[in-house]
């Protein structure tokens, strides 16, 4: 009987102590808008599990094309943010996701990477995206360089270029 209440106690005590625990979060959540902020985790989670190209700094990135252009930005010492938030649409209601941005610079890197796609409905649903997303960066005045696949195979000069024909100044060695 001594041996029961021995192996009982500290199971019941563990029970107690995880009970509270959850109470507690569940008040915290109800609180503070935890419950919200979980969603966007368990999103960002699930964007980020199709991801499926590491960069050279272990960055997970979607494509090859942006590994590689990931990998230009590190090797160069250029300060980027992967897929920040926009809102764009004529009241800013619409969330956009350009593929990098660049603070220092104020200018914003899109890689086009579908606009030659094989099947022709996807291609033309991307494009379709493509002109909106343009269409919002004219709207809010924001610089932006556009990259196709073709660019990549020398994406150094092909950047340089394109980044003063966005901002009219030449990239900073």
């Known amino acids: 009987m001594l041996d029961w209440v021995l192996v009982s106690i500290p ?9 509270l625990y ?23 989670r699930a964007r980020a599990s199709r991801h499926t ?3 050279l700094r272990g960055v997970a990135v979607r494509s090859r094309a942006e590994k590689t252009i990931v990998d230009y930005f590190t090797d160069n010492d250029i300060v980027y943010e992967y897929e920040p938030v926009l809102m764009g649409g004529t009241n800013h209601e ?6 990098f941005y660049l603070p220092e610079y104020d200018v914003y890197l899109e890689y086009w990477g579908m606009v030659s796609h094989p099947d022709g409905s ?9 002109r909106w997303k343009m269409a919002q960066y ?11 696949h073709a660019d990549l195979r ?9 980044f003063e024909e966005a901002t009219g100044s030449k990239f900073p060695d």
């Open 22 to 44: 959850f109470l507690r979060k569940r008040e915290e959540k109800q609180s503070t808008g935890e419950g919200e902020k979980r969603s966007r985790r368990a999103e960002r």
């Open 154 to 162: 020398n994406f150094g000069d092909v950047f340089r270029g394109k």
């Open 122 to 130: 996807k291609r033309d649903e991307y494009v379709e995206k493509m």
């Open 94 to 99: 619409r969330e956009m996701r350009p593929d």
């Open 53 to 55: 190209f590491l960069t």
């Open 11 to 19: 199971i019941i005590l563990i029970f107690l102590t995880a009970t």
């Open 138 to 148: 004219r709207e809010m005045n924001l610089r932006v360089i556009s990259i196709e």
